[in-house]
């Protein structure tokens, strides 16, 4: 009976279908490439194609574990509006539970009042001049790893590499460097290693209650045991390793701002607000996680999307030998930033369509807090969008369809499916459209290091791409094109997504 009440709920909006596991559940995530199928709504690599078929920007489904409304968003302005009235709606904070919250409240993982408090003390940290920090130390980052890659290079001077494994190491480095000081000297390798397992292990942390790890660490149990006893053992370590003054200086702001409002009693003393001690460890690793893994997956799928189109790489190098007629830099300054991010619109540009096409994070849960009406559009015969209402139920839940969005082609036109980093550039009868890209969210809980990743992303393209050749690993230089990129562009849905084969190749230009 709940669930035929919550078909009711779904009102006109077309769709509706049933959905036996909640998309941001870990179940969900784990089996996210085969369930829910192809042409079902909820399918991960549909995009787009479901609000075609039922000619909308909002389609719907009932999740039948909690009887509850779905809405779905494929709509750019429905989207805006949902992500900026804070009174009707807000984040579904069940995604968020233990793994990325295991200690404690952070600011990606608490209701809209604690999070204020998190994103006024981390805010100030995202200022220009830390961006100019940013862009020094990705220099500086970059030239190391070449170092290392010129000693790997063979007698043709071919690069195998693995791209993930390339930038997660350079990416970690420079947000240590610039967010919290290190020195470039601390053990990164370990930390990126204890990182990724408990991301790996996330899974099993958000969806186990405690019992079970309980009961498991007193009675032995093949293979659960052992499992779940690695699963707090990696959480454990990284706690050890976030007793920060071992680690870092603490120098730069991000750090500074976060450090300095340590304590409850320092909120009185001090009379402003402040992180609690448990906090201020959930903020760390989640802004290493954040700050990292993201920007690390897109610059792979950067790599193979040049690897695919050397068009493209021949655009970025003119601009590229524009911004340095006389080679990249060697000793670089906080200042080159200022004269140089602005005139990389191209390299900048490439970064934000692999995101287009390939968003790390591609959906984004809200749910509905008052009964409410959300104008969206029906596409009638000739595909011209008629705006119509939804009423949403209080309850209900609304999926931001990141990745629906991005292929909509009221927004990016009819060839929204390929590459063209040209719709990132704005010329004087074009201004690309802002609303429609939603790679780092949108509204007050947008991504606090937007600027941050796109500075670092543009520095990292613009230096590759004046030193080498990114082509197809060696293995696919005789395949169709069409194979090499449903190979190298092939993707693993999970809490970011990733690429399944992260490898290019790099031939130093002459
Ligand atoms: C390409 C790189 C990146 C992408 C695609 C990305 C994407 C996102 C998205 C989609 C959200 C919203 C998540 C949600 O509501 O659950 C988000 C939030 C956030 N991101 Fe990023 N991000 C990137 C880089 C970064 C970097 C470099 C940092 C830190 C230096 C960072 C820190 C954060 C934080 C702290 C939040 C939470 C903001 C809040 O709720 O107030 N991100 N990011």
């Not at 969900?28 to 078929?53: C, E």
């Not at 992303?457 to 005789?478: C, F, Q, S, T, W």
């Amino acid at each position: 009976k709940e669930i035929a009440d919550a078909f009711k709920d779904l009102g006109s909006c077309p769709g509706r279908s049933l959905l036996w596991t909640h998309p941001f559940h870990p179940f969900g995530q784990i089996f996210a490439t085969v369930y829910p199928l192809k042409g079902w709504i909820g399918h991960y690599f549909d995009a787009f194609s479901m609000y075609d078929h039922y000619r909308s920007g909002c389609i719907s489904s009932v999740l039948a574990s909690k009887s509850r409304p779905v809405f779905w968003l494929a709509d750019a302005q429905a989207i805006k509006v949902v992500a900026t009235d804070k009174a009707n709606f807000d984040k579904d904070m069940d995604f968020y539970s233990n793994g990325i919250s295991f200690f404690g409240p952070n600011i990606i993982a608490s209701d809209t009042s604690t999070w204020k408090r998190h994103r006024m003390i981390s805010n100030p940290a995202f200022n220009e001049s830390v961006n100019g920090v940013v862009w020094k130390e990705t220099a500086k980052e970059v030239r190391n790893w070449f170092s290392e890659l010129d000693s790997q290079a063979k007698s043709d001077g071919e690069i195998s590499i693995h791209t993930f494994d390339s930038f997660s190491t350079l990416a970690l480095t420079i947000f240590a460097c610039a967010g919290f000081g290190s020195d470039g000297a601390t053990p990164i390798t370990e930390l990126r290693e204890t990182l990724r397992m408990a991301f790996h292990h996330s899974a099993a942390r958000a969806s186990i209650p405690d019992w079970v790890f309980d009961l498991t660490n007193r009675i032995h149990i093949p293979f659960l045991s052992p499992y779940l006893r690695k699963t707090i053992g990696v959480y454990e370590a990284l706690d050890q390793m976030f007793e920060f003054d071992d680690w870092w200086s603490f120098t730069p702001e991000l750090g500074q701002a976060n450090m300095d409002v340590d304590g409850e009693q320092d909120e009185k003393e001090r009379g402003r607000r402040s992180l609690t001690d448990r906090e201020l460890v959930s903020n760390m690793f989640l802004f290493f996680i954040a700050g990292h893994e993201t920007t690390a997956n897109t610059l792979s799928f950067v790599c193979a999307f040049l690897a695919l189109y050397p068009d493209v790489q021949q655009k970025i190098l003119e601009e590229v030998k524009l911004v340095w007629p006389n080679g990249v830099p060697e000793d670089v300054e906080e200042a080159e930033y200022k004269n140089t991010f602005s005139r990389l619109t191209y390299t900048t540009a490439v970064f934000y369509e692999a995101l287009r096409l390939i968003p790390i994070v591609s959906r984004l849960g809200r749910m509905v807090l008052k009964d409410t009406v959300l104008r969206t559009y029906r596409l009638n015969g000739v595909g011209d969008p008629e705006p119509y209402s939804v009423p949403m139920k209080e309850g209900s839940e609304i999926i931001i369809d990141m990745a629906a969005v991005h292929r909509n082609p009221i927004y990016w036109g009819a060839d929204a499916d390929d590459f063209k980093p040209e719709r990132f550039v704005d010329t004087d009868t074009y201004r690309w459209p802002r609303d429609a890209f939603l790679a780092f969210s949108t509204g007050f809980r947008d991504c606090i290091g937007r600027r941050f990743a796109a500075v670092e992303g543009a520095n990292v393209i613009a230096r590759i791409i004046r030193r080498y050749e990114i082509l197809v690993p060696k293995h696919l230089k005789d395949m169709p094109f069409e194979e090499q990129k449903a190979y190298l562009l092939k993707w693993r849905p999970f809490v970011s997504n990733s690429p399944v084969y992260p490898e290019v190749t790099f031939r130093k230009r002459s």
